[in-house]
């Protein structure tokens, strides 16, 4: 099947092949197939709005994960300019699955850190497929630390499988990188909106997630484990991860709903990729709500809101 639909989406990719076989006709021959072409069309719409009104926990998990999804590059071509990317965490090296530098929004100056995904094989390796080693997470502090001298609002996007297990990365202390983000993002003394674009991994996604504002994209998830990694260690079982999926509640809508992020961003009819500037338009109108809001409040109390939000996530019962 044409790669760039999921399984579920068999019967638009059918719509679809039929569309473009007729675009191609009409190309090369006198014969007027407009009204065909505009029937399918709106079959195909239709037919993509009743699947994506009733998507499963899991389908929304393979719709997080697309391989065509737009990443923190291309929101960053479509979002801001004069953007300068800074490199390195002066201590090891330069991770690749996240990047960060200096740009306008709206013509503010803002700090930006991100994860980042490759799109092919080569990409994905130099990428380490979206999955931060310790460096990574050094350097994001770094630019957290030249955001506050600056006086620098800091904008984070999200989207990693989690923070990657290698061998290399527990020795250069992973643990440790991640914590010192938490704990650096906490006290931060300039505004921080984030934003869940795709996946929200484990550690791996909350170390740059700390935030005065988390909104989630619309078929985006964020969660501790991966349904995957979930299913493996209660089940014994991966294939299970559909399962685990409906169970962790990991959709933007139940994050929602138990108050742990702040909005929801409606997606175009089929998922981001289908229309990335449409996505971007939508993303750059709740970050500017976001930022008009969060300027105008005090340092100190934007930081002790910041540690309150933390402390009341989460319930629990005095035995």
Excluded at 2 to 17: H, N, T, W
Excluded at 120 to 148: I, S, W
Excluded at 213 to 232: D, F, N, R, T, W
Aim: charged letters at 30%; proline letters at 4%; glycine letters at 8%.
């Amino acid at each position: 099947m044409d790669s760039r639909f999921l399984e579920f989406e068999k019967p638009i990719a059918e719509i679809e092949a039929k569309l473009e076989e007729l675009q191609y006709i009409a190309g090369n021959s006198e014969e007027n197939l407009s009204l065909e072409t505009a029937r399918l069309k709106s079959k195909s719409q239709e037919i993509t709005k009743g699947i994506y009104t009733k998507l499963s926990d899991w389908q929304i998990t393979q719709v997080a994960r697309h391989p065509m999804r737009p990443y923190s590059l291309d929101y960053i071509e479509l979002l801001f300019t004069d953007f300068y990317e800074l490199h390195g965490d002066r201590m090891y090296a330069d991770d690749f699955a996240i990047i960060g530098g200096i740009g306008r929004f709206e013509g503010r100056s803002i700090m930006f850190i991100g994860h980042q995904k490759g799109r092919d094989t080569k990409e994905r390796v130099r990428r380490n497929y979206g999955m931060p080693k310790p460096e990574g997470y050094r350097k994001a502090q770094r630019l957290m630390k030249l955001a506050e001298k600056f006086n620098l609002p800091v904008i984070t996007f999200i989207d990693t499988p989690g923070a990657y297990p290698g061998l290399g990365a527990e020795e250069r202390g992973q643990s440790e990188a991640i914590a010192r983000s938490l704990f650096k993002m906490s006290k931060l003394s300039v505004p921080i909106i984030s934003v869940v674009i795709g996946e929200g991994g484990s550690g791996g996604a909350l170390a740059i997630g700390v935030a005065d504002k988390l909104l989630m994209l619309e078929y985006s998830i964020y969660s501790v484990i991966s349904p995957e990694g979930c299913a493996s260690i209660l089940w014994k079982n991966a294939k299970l991860a559909e399962k685990a999926a409906k169970a962790m509640q990991i959709t933007a809508e139940s994050l929602k709903k138990y108050g742990l992020i702040d909005g929801v961003l409606k997606e175009p009819l089929g998922g981001a990729h289908r229309s990335p500037e449409k996505m971007a338009d939508a993303i750059r109108n709740a970050i500017t709500v976001s930022l008009d809001e969060l300027l105008t409040i005090n340092k100190n109390t934007l930081v002790d809101n910041r540690q309150m939000r933390i402390a009341d996530y989460g319930e629990y019962k005095k035995i």
